[in-house]
Structure formats: structure tokens, C-alpha cells
T-cell receptor, first 111, second 115 residues
């Protein structure tokens, strides 16, 4: 399974942008890049996903490097509610919905 | 907003007992999944289910585990003879399209404690 590498933890101040990095140097051409987050005592929650182009949605932006070996999740204005563990995950094409979660990045947001 | 619901929220059982965890996926979704998370550890994939059959399963999903969609709305995970190491939070998820193009919606989880 293709692996991702993320920092164990990051800190941010409320209302400031947050850039969460992810390295996935062994990504293959058909692997999608997914980001999920898990708030304390809750199930994982979808944030965003993409293949090659940068993606934006109401929660975040995903910037994908041209060689696809890394990506960055951007939260434009962090709120206290964004404190969570953020997972960068590669899905293997046509492998039946198997997300392989790593340890993720624990984001703390200071008021 | 539609959501995936799971019951029970917490179940305590004795080792060797059978357990059924229930999930009601979002109504127009076609793909269904079970994941689990042992306390303090990573979220782990168990099984995916589409068109009334298992699409993919992990090595954790051995003969003690089974899934069923008995009536078109519920999606169940059965553990035939629970072991201590089955204690975990079990998450059900569903999606409208395949994972590559869609998002998974997770439930709040069912906590299983095996004594």
C-alpha cells in the first residue's frame, strides 16, 4: 500500500491559515489523495480529495505538487472547531474503498 | 443533513459471545464499509460491500466476522465469537459512488467492550 508521511503534530492560532503537509513519494498515477479529519470522540470526517489538480471546497483547499509526490491541505482560517487529527490517505484505484489511515497530524488551535 | 447512524453506541459483552453492530447508511448510497479503531491506535479498514457482496476485506476480517445487508436499509457487522482484542470503536461508512470519485460518510461509531 502506498504510504504517506505527515508531521505528528502542528499548532495554529485561531483565524490564521494552516498548511498541513503530506509526503507520498511512492504514489502511483491512479492513486487519489484524500484528506479526512477526526475530531475527539467522533468518526472520521471527509475534508477533500483530488487526483492531479488543486481542489477547493467549503472546508479547505488541496494543493497537489506537480510531480504528485506531496500535497498540502490548507485551512484558510482556523477555528477552535478545526482542532482534530488530520489524515492524508492514498486510495488505490479500484480497490474497493479501502482507506489506509496512518497516524495523521494532530492539529491544535490556540485562541 | 443526511447521516450514517449506528447502534448501539456502546455494547459490553463477554468473551465468546456473538455481537451484531448495526448501521443505517445514507439512503441513496451504494457502497458500505466497516472500519475499527482500537483505543489510541489508527483507524483500520475491515471490509467494503457493494452490490450485495464484499468488494474488499482486510486480514483482520477473518471467519469470525461477517457483514450483511438484510433489508435494503440496514448494514450489519457480526462478530461470531468475540475476543478481548475485538474491543474497539467500530465505524460504519457509506458512499454514493466509488471511493475514487466520492467521499465516505462515517457514523459516530459503536464502542465494543469485550470482557
Amino acid at each position: 500500500d502506498a504510504k504517506t508521511t505527515q508531521p505528528n503534530s502542528m499548532e495554529s492560532n485561531e483565524e490564521e491559515p494552516v498548511h498541513l503537509p503530506c509526503n507520498h513519494s511512492t504514489i502511483s498515477g491512479t492513486d487519489y489523495i484524500h484528506w479526512y479529519r477526526q475530531l475527539p470522540s467522533q468518526g472520521p470526517e471527509y475534508v477533500i480529495h483530488g487526483l492531479t489538480s488543486n481542489v477547493n471546497n467549503r472546508m479547505a483547499s488541496l494543493a497537489i505538487a506537480e510531480d504528485r509526490k506531496s500535497s498540502t491541505l490548507i485551512l484558510h482560517r482556523a477555528t477552535l472547531r478545526d482542532a482534530a487529527v488530520y489524515y492524508c490517505i492514498l486510495s488505490i484505484y479500484n480497490q474497493g474503498g479501502k482507506l489506509i489511515f496512518g497516524q495523521g497530524t494532530e492539529l491544535s488551535v490556540k485562541p | 443533513e443526511p447521516e450514517v447512524t449506528q447502534t448501539p453506541s456502546h455494547q459490553v459483552t463477554q468473551m465468546g459471545q456473538e455481537v451484531i453492530l448495526r448501521c443505517v447508511p445514507i439512503s441513496n448510497h451504494l457502497y458500505f464499509y466497516w472500519y475499527r479503531q482500537i483505543l489510541g491506535q489508527k483507524v483500520e479498514f475491515l471490509v467494503s460491500f457493494y452490490n450485495n457482496e464484499i468488494s474488499e476485506k482486510s486480514e483482520i476480517f477473518d471467519d469470525q466476522f461477517s457483514v450483511e445487508r438484510p433489508d435494503g436499509s440496514n448494514f450489519t457487522l457480526k462478530i461470531r465469537s468475540t475476543k478481548l482484542e475485538d474491543s474497539a470503536m467500530y465505524f460504519c461508512a457509506s458512499s454514493q459512488t466509488s471511493l475514487d470519485t466520492g467521499e465516505l460518510f462515517f457514523g459516530e461509531g459503536s464502542r465494543l467492550t469485550v470482557l
